[in-house]
């Protein structure tokens, strides 16, 4: 799917199991639930979806892998920007978002996920890690402006890394870890 838009669906546009496709330069807005749901899929590539104004998540991501996520840009959806949950080795590059209701990106029980590149603003939380499987996370090169809390890592996130990490103006507080095993952020 290239060069579309989808507007005020249940669900702007869903893969389950799916395999190979590719959505690119692709806009979802004022569907009811997620703006796109990817489920199963393997070897899914994304590059310039744009989700505003949904009713869940902009993009909600579960199960499957091997996938390429670029350039997504995610504003004013009642739930997280971008939602990734048991999608192990995801690599998310050049996601932005601001203004969502819950947040900007949300990692649950994701191992070996790599957030790079994101751009947050006025976000309740700007990255969110949970989950018991969540196991050598790395955030690279975060830039995070206004909102209340920049990154929130939960005790069951074991081994995040936060590398190159800017936050300007947030509320309450810049980063929340309670890691039960060691978490490092660097400059």
Known sequence: MSDSSVESNHVGLALTGSERVVIDQVEVTGSAEAGVL????????????????????GLRISGGGDRTVTEVVARRNKGFGVSAAGSPGLVPNGTQTGANGEGGVHLSSCSRCRLED???????????????????????????RGGTTGVQATRTASGTRLTGLAIRSAAVSTTTISASTPTTRTA
């Open 38 to 57: 990817l489920h199963g899929d393997t070897r899914t590539r994304i590059t310039g979806l744009g989700t505003d104004a949904n009713g869940g998540d």
């Open 118 to 144: 994101p751009g947050a603003a006025d976000e309740p939380i700007a990255v969110q890690i949970t989950g018991s499987g969540s196991a050598s996370i790395r955030v690279l090169e975060a830039r995070i």
